[in-house]
C-alpha cells in the first residue's frame, strides 16, 4: 500500500434542483482528481436543499436511481475512490427515506453502502426544531471499505458525534474516518471542529468531515468549514463557510510516528472496558 495519498473534500454549494446538483458535482469531482485527488469525498444530501420537502422531491428507488448512476460514471471516468456524499433513498413506505452513502472505486463499483445510523431529533430553538426520525429510517450498521491507501470507516453528520462507532472504525484497523455531515450553523461553531479532532486523537486516526456551504436560501442553514485532521489532533486542511474543494496529503508514515511516540494502544486496558460491534459488520 502507497505510503500517502491526496484526499479531496468537495464542500459543495447545493442548489436547489437535483440536475443542478448532478453538473455541478460531476465538474467539481473532475477538478479534484485533475489536481490529483485520489480520494473524492461530497458532502450529506447534495441533490437537494436540506428540508423534508425537498428531500421528499429528489428521494431516489434502490439499488440504482440517477444519482447512483453518476456516481459510478464519474469515480471511473475520474479513476478514483469515491465517497459519494448522501442522498435520501425511498423505502417504499411514502414519507420515510433512508439517508444514503454509496462508496465506489475507481472502476465505477460499489465496494460500500451506509446509512446514517443516528438520526437528529433536537430542540435548539424556535427555528431548528427538527425531528429526522418522522422522515429518516436509521441504519443498524457500521460501514468500514478497503481502498488502494488504507481501510476507511464512514459517518454521516449525527455519527460524529459518537465516539463508540469511530473506537469500532478503529478496532477494525481503519486510518481514516470519513463525516459526511450537514451540520447546523447552531451547534457547528462549537462543536464541528471538536468532535473531529476528538474522534482523531480518542484513535489516532485522519479525520475528514465535509459539509455542503453555507447558504441562506435553504431552509436549513449548515456550517460548512470542512477540514480534515491529522492524529496528533491538528487541523491540516480547511475552508470556511463558501464552496471550495479542501486538499489534504494524507501521510501513514505520519500517523505510525505518532503512534510510536504515544502509544495508547498498549495502555489500553483492555482488561477493565471495551467497546463490542454488535452489528453484524457485514460491508457490502
Ligand atoms: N443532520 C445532522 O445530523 C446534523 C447534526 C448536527 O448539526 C449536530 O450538531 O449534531
Not at 154 to 165: A, Q, T
Not at 207 to 231: C, I, K, L, Q
Request: a neutral charge.
Amino acid at each position: 500500500m502507497a505510503s500517502r495519498f491526496k484526499l479531496a473534500l468537495v464542500q459543495m454549494l447545493v442548489e436547489r434542483t437535483k440536475e443542478l446538483n448532478h453538473i455541478k458535482a460531476k465538474k467539481l469531482i473532475q477538478e479534484a482528481a485533475k489536481k490529483g485527488a485520489k480520494v473524492v469525498v461530497l458532502p450529506e444530501f447534495f441533490t437537494s436543499w436540506c428540508d423534508p420537502k425537498f428531500f421528499l422531491e429528489v428521494m431516489e428507488p434502490v439499488p440504482k436511481g440517477p444519482t447512483f448512476t453518476l456516481l459510478s460514471e464519474a469515480a471511473r471516468e475520474n479513476e478514483i475512490f469515491l465517497f459519494g456524499g448522501t442522498y435520501p433513498e425511498a423505502s417504499g413506505k411514502s414519507e420515510m427515506f433512508g439517508n444514503l452513502c454509496n462508496i465506489f472505486n475507481p472502476r465505477g463499483e460499489l465496494i460500500g453502502q451506509h446509512r446514517k445510523t443516528h438520526l437528529f431529533d433536537v430542540d435548539l430553538g424556535p427555528r431548528l426544531r427538527i425531528t429526522e426520525s418522522h422522515n429518516v429510517i436509521p441504519g443498524n450498521n457500521f460501514t468500514s471499505v478497503t481502498t488502494d491507501y488504507c481501510k476507511i470507516g464512514v459517518g454521516i453528520c449525527l455519527d460524529l458525534r459518537f465516539p463508540e462507532m469511530a473506537r469500532i472504525y478503529g478496532q477494525r484497523g481503519c486510518n481514516l474516518l470519513i463525516y459526511m455531515g450537514a451540520f447546523s450553523r447552531k451547534t457547528g461553531p462549537v462543536h464541528w471542529d471538536v468532535l473531529s479532532k476528538a474522534r482523531a486523537v480518542d484513535n489516532q486516526v485522519y479525520v475528514a468531515s465535509v459539509g455542503p456551504a453555507t447558504d441562506e436560501r435553504s431552509p436549513y442553514v449548515t456550517w460548512g468549514h470542512s477540514s480534515v485532521v491529522n492524529p496528533w489532533g491538528e487541523i491540516i486542511a480547511s475552508c470556511e463557510s463558501e464552496e471550495a474543494i479542501v486538499y489534504a496529503d494524507i501521510d501513514f508514515d505520519y500517523l505510525k510516528e505518532v503512534r510510536r511516540m504515544l502509544p495508547i494502544e498498549n495502555q489500553r486496558r483492555n482488561d477493565l472496558y471495551t467497546t463490542v460491534d454488535l452489528t453484524n459488520g457485514t460491508p457490502v
